[in-house]
């Protein structure tokens, strides 16, 4: 998902833990929340800070392929519309930051392994944005796989995480509606723009279906994140769901999912449908998509280009406290 | 030196007279910043009329593991819910 490949622990059996970690266990049974301060074993906490700044990353290089066209969408009311949605994942990211913090590891060290290529972000955010039907693929595919995985994670066992995921959800159908009007817009419209439509959802399918992370019989050591409640579902589970929930939308619109072998299965109650090419999704992860490089560098330069701006803002604060501590003393 | 601005605890008051609420936190270089970054980040949607920010640092919280003992003193005073007394149905709405 936003977070694709999160390293994880080794589960362990229950006469392999600790009488704490049989009592942390418990108290994940019963539902409760997991809150910063409290104990927690160090691989329940190091899995966070990977899964969440995951994420966090996700949400800010994620800004980029749909900042591509905030200065060429068609119409002003387009353009204010995807300024918000924009602007809503830069809180996003902000939101999980924080959250990932009360774990104990500093913005800066979060960022600074993004920069260094030492923590990933999710792997759709590497492909680019060619048309402005991609505008309405993102919000609709990229956004509603999205929801799919944090509706779950509302319920997550870490209280900060959990915090941030409902608010993320308040402001995410937003996002996959936009993106949706923009698809029937363009789908009602010339034989062009609906051409338009259709490409962007070829380019855009596989990639979305590749969010969820590898098949389940391929992603490792996931069993201890669902024990934890990090994990609320398999990949394979969401990413069945998001296909039952896309393909009557894209019906809907007149356009064909570019996948020969959909078929609806009556005994499951859900589409047979055709895997991505798990390679390209390796391949993308370790560095290789079509936009790694242009995405990450967009990220470092951006925090390069702002370092004048956070330190001269530092500074201005620390001499406005000495001027008040001067004035007060010479009050005294 | 580490250039990271602080930490900054924020607290919203809704539309509805209700007390201000924690919703989260944000980094800033001043207060003054703060205010302007939460009203940014935490109310995009009119969510608040009001705002207070506080440095985490100057926050101090109880401790997690006092949970029980801090507790404790007010488990036994069943008296002070109004349901400890009984109150003859003729009376009336009390
Ligand atoms: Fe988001
Ligand atoms: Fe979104």
Redesign the pocket.
């Known amino acids: 998902m936003y977070a694709q490949l999160v390293k994880s622990e080794g589960s362990k059996s229950r006469d392999e833990m600790t009488p704490e970690e049989i009592a942390f266990q418990d108290r994940i049974d019963r539902n409760e929340k997991i809150e910063p301060k409290e104990w927690m074993p160090e691989g329940y906490r190091k899995t966070l800070i990977r899964q969440i700044g995951q994420h966090a990353h996700s949400?800010i290089v994620g800004q980029l392929p749909e900042g591509n066209w905030i200065t060429r969408a068609p119409t002003l009311e387009r353009k204010a519309i995807l300024l918000a949605k924009v602007q809503?994942?830069a809180g996003?990211g902000l939101y999980l930051y924080c959250a990932a913090e009360t774990l104990g590891v500093s913005r800066d060290e979060l960022l600074e392994k993004l920069h260094s290529g030492n923590m990933k972000y999710s792997s759709i955010f590497n492909y680019p944005t060619l048309t402005w039907a991609d505008m309405g693929a993102v919000g609709w595919l990229v956004d509603g796989a999205?929801i799919m995985n944090q509706v779950p994670l509302q319920r997550t066992s870490y209280g900060p995480y959990s915090r941030a995921m409902i608010r993320?959800c308040k402001e995410?159908s937003f996002h996959q509606r936009q993106g949706y009007d923009i698809m029937m817009k363009m789908c009602a419209g010339t034989p062009e723009q609906k051409a338009m439509a259709q490409d962007a959802l070829n380019r855009f399918w596989y990639p979305a279906l590749m969010m969820f992370g590898p098949s389940d019989k391929d992603s490792v050591h996931s069993a201890q994140s669902m024990a934890w409640k990090i994990k609320m579902n398999t990949n394979d589970e969401l990413r069945q769901k998001f296909v039952d929930q896309t393909v009557p939308q894209a019906e809907y619109l007149g356009l064909t999912v570019p996948d020969p072998d959909l078929k609806w299965n009556e005994d499951k109650g859900g589409y047979d449908f055709s895997e991505p090419d798990w390679s390209e999704f390796f391949a993308v992860i370790a560095g290789n998509g079509p936009c790694n490089a242009e995405r990450l560098g967009a990220r470092v330069k951006a925090w390069e280009d702002g370092a004048w701006f956070r330190e001269g803002l530092m500074a201005h604060a620390a001499k406005a406290e000495d001027r008040a501590r001067a004035a007060r003393h010479a009050a005294e | 030196m580490s250039s990271e601005w602080p930490l900054w605890e924020i607290f919203i008051r809704g539309q509805h007279g209700l007390n201000h609420r924690h919703v989260g936190s944000l980094h800033a270089p001043d207060a003054e910043m703060a205010i302007r970054n939460a009203r940014d980040v935490y109310t995009r949607r009119n969510e608040g009329v009001s705002i207070w920010v506080v440095r985490s640092n100057d926050i101090t919280a109880s401790s997690p593991s006092e949970k029980g003992p801090l507790y404790d003193p007010s488990n036994s005073k069943v008296y002070r819910h109004p349901t400890f007394y009984d109150i003859p149905d003729e009376i009336g709405h009390m």
């Open positions: 949400e809503d994942e996003h999205a993320i995410e």
